[in-house]
């Protein structure tokens, strides 16, 4: 079984600050690890993923992580907060069994509040 | 190419009712996933369809059902609406090709409320 540890519901940056989001995650199998965000009242879009390529992926808007495997750990980052990344932000874990299986584990999300 | 559309975007219900939610996915996926998301339990894995077969449900009773047609669209079904119920249900499309066949592509929700 798979399972995901976000440290920090709330996470409050100023403008221009590093961001810095942790996930942890526990599986018994190599897997896949996914960062999404979510804006109020819409749903989730895909910042970034692990696929047992390289360990530091970057994503969309600037944002990357790392994937370290003795620290079972995939922690969001992003060099300088802008006033748009206010949102949740869930960090998801999926088994690497390539197209056979789709669901998705996630963390509680983090909340990210910018402040200018 | 469109995204993954849902349908109703909001919807109101009353205690014992029934309702049925639908997904499109992306042209061309063939899996399709739903998750429940409330502020208490956070995002929960439903069940998932592939070429109309269930392949994966998660632990919710079986008042939750869910089907998919030949055309990869789903629907949803919840009967016997209870309070609980009410939350915000996502949809997710999967099985595109390389390098994203691994990914999900969420819509934008059902949200549902229950009185």
């Known amino acids: 079984a798979q399972s995901v540890t976000q440290l920090g519901s709330h996470v409050s940056v100023s403008e221009g600050a590093l961001v810095l989001l942790r996930c942890n995650y526990s599986s018994s199998v190599p897997p896949y690890l996914f960062w999404y965000v979510q804006y109020p009242n819409q749903g989730l879009q895909l910042l970034l993923k692990y696929t047992s390529a390289a360990t530091l992926v970057k994503g969309i808007n600037g944002f990357e992580a790392e994937f370290k495997k003795s620290e079972t750990s995939f922690h969001l980052t992003k060099p300088s907060a802008h006033m748009s990344d206010a949102a949740e932000y869930f960090c998801?874990?999926?088994?690497?069994?390539?197209?056979?299986?789709?669901?998705?584990?996630f963390g509680k999300g983090t909340l990210l509040t910018v402040n200018p | 190419k469109a995204g993954v559309t849902q349908t109703p975007r909001y919807l109101i219900k009353t205690r014992g009712q029934q309702v049925t939610l639908s997904c499109s996915p992306i042209?061309?996926?063939?899996?399709v996933s739903w998750y429940q998301q409330t502020p208490g339990q956070g995002l929960q894995f439903l069940f998932e369809?592939?070429?109309?077969?269930?392949?994966n449900k998660g632990n919710f009773p079986g008042r939750f059902s869910g089907r998919q047609f030949s055309n990869s669209r789903s629907e949803m079904n919840v009967s016997t609406l209870e309070l609980g119920d009410s939350a915000l249900y996502l949809c997710?499309?999967?099985?595109?090709?390389?390098?994203?066949?691994?990914?999900?592509?969420f819509g934008p929700g059902t949200r549902l409320t229950v009185l």
């Open positions: 369809y592939f070429s109309e077969t269930q392949r």
């Open positions: 042209s061309g996926h063939r899996s």
């Open positions: 998801a874990v999926r088994r690497n069994s390539g197209g056979s299986n789709y669901k998705l584990t």
């Open positions: 997710a499309s999967s099985g595109g090709l390389a390098p994203s066949y691994n990914e999900q592509f």
